[in-house]
Structures are given as structure tokens and as C-alpha cells.
């Protein structure tokens, strides 16, 4: 069974600022791929980083990075120059022969 | 086009009646999904289609019936719900790779806004 966990259900963010979201997860399989997930309040998921296990470099996307620990089974999500669009919830997930595991989810929200 | 539609936005339906949603996806993705989501709350996998075919029901109750036409149309018939049914469905889609008898890893899904349901 694959887990996801995260541990913290809401974040608070200056506007222009840091925040990072903290994901573990639990696996039996040595190929898999990690995603974060952005839901905002109008509710329409949408992808917003990828990273393959058997990929030591961690991902970047604009201003989404990740800090994937393989050994450690930790993938953190940084966002850095934060917007007033990123207000969202963000799920981390982990896939596996078509199954997603979502984590429970964690609520940013950016300060103006 | 990365786009996954789906079909109507908001639905209520009483217990007796039968509804069915409708997903569409022209990214050419051999897979479709089906996830229930309630508010606050992790989307929870239903159905996987892969190439056409039912290959993953997550032990869902028989009053929901999935069905995939086509490569690019996906949809769920509803009949006899309960109110506890009531929750954000979601429609998503991926990349799907076959290697001899074996079906490989998805890749990442793409997700439709959603459809609205509420059972009274």
C-alpha cells in the first residue's frame, strides 16, 4: 500500500515571500512518479510540478521547485516570490501503475 | 489543447432519479478517471479506463456505472444515489503506455473542473 502524508493543513504567506509545503510518502515500488497538485478556490486541479523517482535532480517550474529526498522519502514543495493567485490547496501525490495517492492536502494562503 | 471538459457543472437529483455525467479529453490519453471529492478532502479514486477497458473499480457501489465509448468520451451513470453521495466529481485523463501484455505507469493526470452534485 502507498501512503502520502502532510503534516500541515494550512500555511500562511507574506505576499513576495517563501513558503514550503512539506509531503512524506510510503512505497514499495522503486519506480514511481511524485506530483504536487494546486486546487484553487474555483476548484479545478491542476498539475503544477513532476518529478520521476529515478531522477536524482530535483524539479523547477517558474517559481515552484521541489526538494525530493528518495532515501528519506521526502518531497517538499517551495514556493518562492509568492502570488496572490498561488491561494490554493495543495495536494501531494504519489502514482503507481495508474493510482494516485493523494495527501490530505494543505491550505496556502497569501497575505496581500 | 490540454483541456478536460466536463458535463454540467451543477447537478441535483433526487434518489429515485438517473442522471449521467459526461467527460470529454482530445489530448489523444488512453486513460480516463473517475474520482469523488468531498470539500476540505483528498479527490478519491473510482474507475480507471485504460485503452477502453475497465481496468480499476475501487469497490465502488453499483449505482454508479461507468462507461468509456470512445478514447476521448468518459461518463458515469448515476441511479438510486444517496445523499451522501453528494460531492465534487472529477474527470482526469493520462498518457497511458502498453508494453507487450503489460500496462505501464500513467504518467500525470490531468484534471477536468468538476461536476457539482447534490442528492436530496
Known amino acids: 500500500a502507498q501512503t502520502v502524508t502532510q503534516s500541515q493543513p494550512e500555511m500562511s504567506v507574506q505576499e513576495a515571500e517563501t513558503v514550503t509545503l512539506s509531503c512524506t510518502y510510503d512505497t514499495s515500488e522503486n519506480n514511481y512518479y511524485l506530483f504536487w497538485y494546486k486546487q484553487p478556490p474555483s476548484r479545478q486541479m491542476i498539475l503544477v510540478i513532476r518529478q520521476e523517482a529515478y531522477k536524482q535532480q530535483n524539479a523547477t517550474e517558474n517559481r515552484f521547485s521541489v526538494n525530493f529526498q528518495k532515501a528519506a522519502k521526502s518531497f517538499s514543495l517551495k514556493i518562492s516570490d509568492s502570488q496572490l493567485g498561488d491561494t490554493a490547496m495543495y495536494f501531494c501525490a504519489l502514482e503507481n501503475d495508474y493510482k494516485l495517492s493523494f495527501g490530505a492536502g494543505t491550505t496556502v494562503t497569501v497575505r496581500a | 489543447d490540454t483541456e478536460v471538459t466536463q458535463t454540467p457543472k451543477h447537478l441535483v437529483m433526487g434518489m429515485t432519479n438517473k442522471k449521467s455525467l459526461k467527460c470529454e479529453q482530445h489530448m489523444g490519453h488512453r486513460a480516463m478517471y473517475w474520482y469523488k471529492q468531498k470539500a476540505k478532502k483528498p479527490p478519491e479514486l473510482m474507475f480507471v479506463y485504460s485503452y477502453e477497458k475497465l481496468s480499476i473499480n475501487e469497490s465502488v457501489p453499483s449505482r454508479f456505472s461507468p462507461e468509456c465509448p470512445n478514447s476521448s468520451l468518459l461518463n458515469l451513470h448515476l441511479h438510486a444515489l444517496q445523499p451522501e453521495d453528494s460531492a465534487l466529481y472529477l474527470c482526469?485523463?493520462?498518457?497511458?503506455?502498453?508494453?507487450?501484455?503489460?500496462?505501464?505507469?500513467?504518467?500525470?493526470?490531468?484534471f477536468g473542473p468538476g461536476t457539482r452534485l447534490t442528492v436530496t
Open positions: 482526469a485523463s493520462s498518457q497511458a503506455f502498453r508494453q507487450a501484455t503489460l500496462l505501464l505507469s500513467s504518467y500525470e493526470q490531468y
